[in-house]
């Protein structure tokens, strides 16, 4: 069954300092991989996928995410936090093989001090 | 607007009191799923449903039942509740299965007394 790891329970990082949230994961056959946030009392948010092809991938409000097959992983990146950024940050996976079932990780708090 | 819609957003309930919390989505989608979110234990899915009629079980399902008759909606009912199902419970669409970008309501808080 495919899994995710989140290590870190809360990452404080600077205003304008750089954001790096991790992820690793384990499943059978290539990965799917996503990141959704969460702000306060609201639901998830979409931030980007890794399907195929390019690495390095972009998505919303200035993130990306490089997925690294090798070390299994799919680290969040910003190269400079806002105070905005302050939230609940997912990541999820999906196996290529088997069922439609998505697992998240246990979330990672991001806390951007001004 | 494209959403997801749940209903109630706060409920509290006693024990053994058959409930169900809507989930409606005006999107079209084929997928649709519960999940259910504890602190420490991030996201957990109970059942998810690839179409109209078509429903399976996800990591959690223990003490909850799913139903699809149309296409729009995907009711979550508890049949008889117990403490251990307090929880944040969101309710989530997508185009057609897990490739796709899932969309979240905005949750249902529930507690079990």
């Known amino acids: 069954a495919q899994s995710v790891a989140q290590p870190e329970d809360q990452v404080n990082v600077a205003e304008g300092n750089p954001l790096t949230v991790k992820c690793t994961y384990s499943v059978s056959g290539n990965p799917y991989l996503f990141w959704y946030v969460q702000y306060p009392n609201r639901g998830l948010q979409f931030l980007l996928k890794?399907?195929?092809?390019?690495?390095l991938v972009k998505g919303s409000y200035g993130f990306e995410a490089e997925f690294n097959k090798s070390q299994t992983s799919f680290h969040l990146k910003k190269p400079s936090a806002l105070v905005s950024d302050s939230a609940l940050y997912f990541c999820?996976?999906?196996?290529?093989?088997?069922?439609?079932?998505?697992?998240f990780g246990k979330g990672n708090q991001v806390v951007v001090i001004p | 607007e494209a959403q997801v819609t749940q209903n109630p957003r706060y409920l509290i309930t006693v024990t053994g009191k058959k409930l169900t919390v809507t989930c409606s989505q005006n999107m079209n989608h084929e997928y649709m799923s519960w999940y259910r979110q504890d602190p420490g234990l991030g996201l957990r899915q109970i059942y998810y449903s690839m179409n109209v009629e078509v429903t399976d079980k996800g990591d959690v399902p223990e003490g909850y039942k799913v139903s699809r008759k149309e296409k729009r909606n995907f009711p979550l009912i508890l049949e008889s509740p117990s403490p251990n199902q307090t929880s944040l419970y969101f309710c989530?669409?997508?185009?057609?299965?897990?490739?796709?970008?899932?969309?979240f309501g905005p949750g249902t808080r529930l507690t079990v007394l």
């Open positions: 999820a996976v999906r196996g290529y093989y088997g069922n439609n079932r998505l697992a």
């Open positions: 890794y399907i195929t092809g390019d690495n």
């Open positions: 989530a669409s997508s185009l057609a299965g897990g490739l796709d970008t899932q969309y």
